[in-house]
């Protein structure tokens, strides 16, 4: 029997389900260390379910994920699993910096102080690091949780939505980060509407209503067709 | 990219986190403020303490009356303590009580940190202030005690603070317990119900028998001091300590949910408004109306085969009145659609909701008989419990005035619309009192007990579905309202009183022709006393009604009024300064 390093995240029949309303139907999916994914599906499709509960914050109805072998939620897995959702949750009381240390001190990161200026100023938030969030617009708000995804350390990225309310340069900024977290050899796992994006990953994973109807690469087939855009 | 091994500097991180945020609360207090919240919360509780010692009376209870509470006083106590236990494990089965910060739910728990050392502070704190608030409140009701029985003061002070405070300790600590171990919904019902039935065989049989009788007979040590009360400490001190002990078991998909709605729900009470609170409260029990109603109302709308147009909102309106119907797929009139579109949502509460309204059908009923037999306060409780249960029942209304914007659109005026709707609650509520009057006659072995109960049915109904719908009409109160701007902050503070109180108090006016039924007068019978007065609580429903078929056109004509009356009173660009 083969024994590799395990995948970064692998899911076996995993489901969710709310009543009679099934969100994710059972599902197989193994995602490699270092490979970049792009999940697309329409609105209810499962996208943010599946990513939900590979995160720890859905509780699967039946099935098991696991993020570098570890069961979704574990504190191994927690540790190296950073969730970007699509909605900013951030304390109203704390400015960007104080964000910052604080996540960091969670995730026990050192010499956070350079990448974290590196971040800032990647994204425009350097003039803004002592204001508090709460007092942002939607984008800059994106832009602070999107800061805290990536200052702390991580070896899998999963992301929702990210471009959402980001403007052209925060978003070109987002892409760049991307890709050198990719080239650090963090495996990339991004759910987006943006069609641009799906050319530049490896692997293309396509749901509708809860299921998969595609994994593979994303020049492959119409998947975007496939899935209802 | 990858971590390095260290955890408790994340917990060190946490708990400089919390000492930095208290740091800059207590920074931020305005201590003048805090002083006018003590003051009025002093007079507050000043208040009530005359209230309560007006309804218990200040004359000692004879040596009989005495007896009888030092007999059947502990199962009654063990009951109350079992119902805040019970409330505990509901809630621990719905993942609560923990309220966390939505924050802390995405940071804290997603971090790689022993999440019971990072809840267990939050779950203190919240036991903590709890069991505080419940001693105080024990402490009230121990001394309100002592007017009326033998003993004295500080001992009767001392039990009641005591007991209510370990009651809510046991609450709290079943609930951490529940939602550490993930027993889950129904497993949480089970077992709140297995712990008030023990009590309620503790009461009904007089053996002692459960922890809970056990602590009622600690409360009544100043009557009679047993020893085995002090064993009534053990469950809710080591359900405690337990509960501390498994709350990071606590799932993060219920911390997040109740992380959103607490909050929400919080603000709404502070508000007081009561619509926000109960649709939130509905959420955090994750009570969502039935996919399939209990009975399909026969096929007037049919889904098509094919897509149909949208209907014309009017077609409400205008077919109560004159009839359109859905007349693409089936040319018939349709002559009632506001109240077809009360029973489809009637028809479609999740069995929780309806369990919760026959069980306040059955409490109303039991106090109705308890101010039969001469506890008159119980008529509050009566009223009380009515009007919780109207305010399930008024739900088809509560969803127009939930969606001002779609119920405008309907060629109908809101008032009327309301009262159309209206009538299915009443049936609904009629049943509900029906429930009631056959658990006070079952309790009180008599059927002129139902007898009672059914002719005050209908006017009793027709009182809380008022009193439901006043408050779900009314809205929240206007933190803002230009409306407000010219009323001086006393009758500002008046009326947001009466807003609250009044509609409690129309559902009371149903729970009144007991009082005629009891003693009944110029040789009438009790049943027939208790129907000499149904015209009048009647009639005070149907005023209430009134008011809220014409609230909209009242509140209306009022806020024109106070918007001229500023336009008169600024002054004009022309006056010379």
């Given at each position: 029997?083969?024994?590799?390093?395990?995948?970064?995240?692998?899911?076996?029949?995993?489901?969710?389900?709310?009543?009679?309303?099934?969100?994710?139907?059972?599902?197989?999916?193994?995602?490699?260390?270092?490979?970049?994914?792009?999940?697309?599906?329409?609105?209810?499709?499962?996208?943010?379910?599946?990513?939900?509960?590979?995160?720890?914050?859905?509780?699967?109805?039946?099935?098991?994920?696991?993020?570098?072998?570890?069961?979704?939620?574990?504190?191994?897995?927690?540790?190296?699993?950073?969730?970007?959702?699509?909605?900013p949750v951030l304390y109203d009381d704390l400015s960007v910096l104080e964000h910052i240390e604080f996540t960091c001190r969670l995730h026990g990161a050192e010499d956070?102080?350079?990448?974290?200026?590196?971040?800032?100023?990647?994204?425009?938030?350097?003039?803004?690091?002592?204001?508090?969030?709460?007092?942002?617009?939607?984008?800059?708000?994106?832009?602070?949780?999107?800061?805290?995804?990536?200052?702390?350390?991580?070896?899998l990225l999963v992301v929702d939505e990210p471009f959402v309310g980001l403007d052209p340069q925060g978003r070109d900024a987002f892409i760049?980060?991307?890709?050198?977290?990719?080239?650090?050899?963090?495996?990339?796992?991004?759910?987006?509407?943006?069609?641009?994006?799906?050319?530049?990953?490896?692997?293309?994973?396509?749901?509708?209503?809860?299921?998969?109807?595609?994994?593979?690469?994303?020049?492959?087939?119409?998947?975007?067709?496939?899935?209802?855009? | 990219m990858r971590r390095r091994s260290a955890d408790?500097?994340?917990?060190?991180?946490?708990?400089?986190?919390?000492?930095?945020?208290?740091?800059?609360?207590?920074?931020?207090?305005?201590?003048?403020e805090a002083l006018y919240r003590a003051y009025l919360t002093a007079i507050l509780a000043g208040v009530a303490l005359w209230l309560g010692s007006g309804l218990v009376g200040g004359s000692r209870m004879g040596a009989a009356a005495a007896a009888s509470v030092e007999a059947h006083g502990a199962p009654a106590v063990g009951l109350a303590v079992a119902l805040v236990l019970a409330v505990g494990l509901r809630s621990g089965g719905q993942g609560g009580p923990l309220a966390l910060e939505a924050a802390d739910v995405r940071h804290v728990l997603l971090a790689p940190i022993d999440r019971s050392a990072a809840l267990r502070p939050q779950a203190w704190k919240q036991l903590r202030s709890g069991v505080v608030a419940a001693a105080g409140t024990g402490a009230l009701l121990g001394l309100l005690a002592y007017r009326r029985l033998p003993g004295n003061v500080?001992?009767?002070i001392a039990c009641g603070g005591a007991v209510a405070?370990?009651?809510?300790?046991?609450?709290?600590?079943?609930?951490?317990?529940?939602?550490?171990?993930?027993?889950?919904?129904?497993?949480?019902?089970?077992?709140?119900?297995?712990?008030?039935?023990?009590?309620?065989?503790?009461?009904?049989?007089?053996?002692?028998?459960?922890?809970?009788?056990?602590?009622?007979?600690?409360?009544?040590?100043?009557?009679?001091?047993?020893?085995?009360?002090?064993?009534?400490?053990?469950?809710?001190?080591?359900?405690?300590?337990?509960?501390?002990?498994?709350?990071?078991?606590?799932?993060?998909?219920?911390?997040?949910?109740?992380?959103?709605?607490?909050g929400q729900l919080r603000f709404a009470a502070t508000l007081r408004d009561l619509r926000t609170v109960v649709v939130l409260r509905r959420q955090l029990a994750q009570e969502v109306p039935r996919q399939r109603p209990w009975l399909k109302l026969p096929g007037r709308y049919a889904a098509p085969a094919a897509p149909a147009a949208p209907a014309a909102p009017a077609?409400?309106?205008?077919?109560?009145?004159?009839?359109?119907?859905?007349?693409?797929?089936?040319?018939?009139?349709?002559?009632?659609?506001?109240?077809?579109?009360?029973?489809?949502?009637?028809?479609?509460?999740?069995?929780?909701?309806?369990?919760?309204?026959?069980?306040?059908?059955?409490?109303?009923?039991?106090?109705?008989?308890?101010?039969?037999?001469?506890?008159?306060?119980?008529?509050?409780?009566?009223?009380?419990?009515?009007?919780?249960?109207?305010?399930?029942?008024v739900e088809p209304v509560a969803q127009e005035a939930d969606h001002p914007d779609r119920r405008d659109a309907y060629s109908i005026e809101a008032g009327d619309l309301y009262l159309r709707q209206a009538v299915p609650s009443i049936v609904v509520m009629t049943v509900v009192g029906l429930c009631g009057a056959g658990a006070a006659a079952l309790a009180g072995g008599s059927f002129l007990g139902f007898e009672v109960g059914a002719v005050m049915a209908v006017p009793a109904a027709v009182g809380a579905v008022a009193a439901g719908l006043m408050s779900t009409v009314q809205g929240p109160p206007a933190v803002f309202n230009s409306s407000d701007t010219l009323m001086p902050p006393e009758m500002a503070g008046i009326r947001n009183l009466l807003r609250t109180v009044i509609p409690p108090a129309v559902a009371m006016i149903g729970a009144l022709p007991v009082l005629a039924g009891r003693h009944p007068h110029s040789g009438l019978s009790h049943l027939a006393a208790t129907t000499s007065v149904l015209p009048e609580v009647l009639f005070a429903g149907v005023v209430a009604l009134g008011w809220v078929r014409y609230h909209d056109r009242m509140t209306g004509w009022w806020r024109q009024s106070m918007e001229e009356a500023q336009v008169t009173r600024r002054p004009s660009p022309h006056t010379p300064s």
């Open positions: 029997m083969p024994s590799g390093p395990p995948p970064a995240l692998e899911t076996t029949v995993l489901t969710k389900s709310y009543g009679d309303l099934v969100a994710l139907a059972p599902l197989d999916l193994s995602i490699p260390d270092g490979q970049r994914v792009v999940l697309v599906g329409h609105n209810g499709s499962g996208k943010t379910t599946l990513l939900r509960m590979v995160a720890g914050l859905l509780e699967p109805t039946s099935g098991r994920a696991t993020v570098f072998g570890h069961p979704a939620g574990s504190m191994e897995a927690r540790a190296t699993l950073s969730y970007l959702p699509d909605n956070w102080e350079d990448r974290a200026a590196g971040l800032l100023h990647d994204l425009g938030l350097a003039r803004r690091a002592e204001d508090l969030p709460s007092r942002f617009s939607r984008g800059l708000r994106q832009k602070t949780a999107i800061l805290l995804g990536l200052v702390r350390p991580f070896g760049e980060l991307l890709d050198d977290a990719a080239s650090a050899g963090a495996t990339i796992v991004v759910a987006t509407h943006q069609l641009e994006y799906v050319q530049k990953v490896d692997r293309c994973v396509a749901l509708r209503d809860g299921e998969l109807v595609f994994d593979g690469p994303p020049g492959e087939v119409d998947v975007l067709a496939l899935v209802g855009y | 408790d500097p994340a917990l060190d991180a946490l708990a400089d986190l919390h000492r930095a945020r208290r740091a800059r609360r207590v920074a931020n207090i305005d201590f003048f500080a001992p009767w405070a370990l009651a809510v300790l046991g609450g709290y600590g079943l609930a951490f317990v529940a939602s550490g171990l993930r027993i889950g919904r129904r497993a949480g019902t089970l077992l709140a119900l297995a712990v008030i039935g023990w009590a309620a065989a503790d009461y009904a049989t007089g053996l002692t028998t459960s922890p809970m009788t056990l602590l009622g007979d600690l409360a009544l040590w100043p009557l009679r001091l047993r020893a085995a009360g002090t064993a009534g400490i053990l469950l809710p001190v080591v359900a405690a300590l337990v509960g501390l002990a498994v709350v990071g078991g606590t799932s993060v998909e219920d911390a997040e949910r109740r992380s959103s709605l607490v077609a409400i309106g205008a077919a109560d009145g004159a009839g359109t119907g859905d007349s693409r797929s089936r040319p018939q009139r349709n002559l009632f659609p506001a109240w077809r579109r009360g029973w489809q949502g009637i028809l479609r509460f999740p069995a929780l909701r309806l369990g919760r309204l026959v069980a306040l059908g059955v409490l109303a009923g039991l106090a109705e008989l308890g101010v039969w037999r001469g506890t008159t306060p119980l008529l509050f409780a009566a009223g009380l419990a009515l009007y919780l249960a109207a305010l399930d029942a």
